[in-house]
């Protein structure tokens, strides 16, 4: 499977960036999504997820009412709507695939996961 994330780049503090995760070589519509970041010295954190029918969205609590994740099935792709991006938002994002059994409690962990896109950047500015 190949997981291809764009949409990152340059933002100022308040402005809005839209990324893309496009998904192929499996059955992309069989797996729930998440996005993950990183910033520069810290660990994978989690950002968002979303089941596989789109019926079941989860966030992390610090990014609720800024960020959405969506899918379309039928052309293979993730989104991830940021809105009034903050320079703590700084940070590599991924997408990432996971074929098991959703247990909201271990979307969060990067280790659930099996299969990673390459990330891109997200850099706001103040």
């Known amino acids: 499977v190949q997981l291809q994330a764009s949409g990152g780049g340059l933002v100022q503090a308040g402005g809005s960036l839209r990324l893309s995760c496009a998904g192929s070589?499996?059955?992309?519509?069989?797996?729930?999504m998440g996005w993950f970041r990183q910033a520069p010295g810290k660990e994978r954190e989690f950002v968002a997820a979303?089941?596989?029918?789109?019926?079941?969205?989860y966030y992390a609590d610090s990014l609720k009412g800024r960020f959405t994740i969506s899918r379309d099935n039928a052309k293979n792709t993730v989104i991830l709507q940021m809105n009034s991006l903050k320079p703590e938002d700084t940070a590599v994002y991924y997408c990432?695939?996971?074929?098991?059994?959703?247990?909201?409690?271990?979307?969060?962990?990067?280790?659930?996961?099996?299969?990673w896109g390459q990330g891109t950047l997200v850099t706001v500015s103040s």
């Open positions: 070589g499996r059955t992309f519509s069989r797996d729930a």
């Open positions: 979303i089941s596989v029918a789109s019926s079941v969205t």
């Open positions: 990432a695939a996971h074929p098991k059994l959703w247990i909201q409690s271990r979307m969060v962990l990067p280790s659930d996961y099996d299969y």
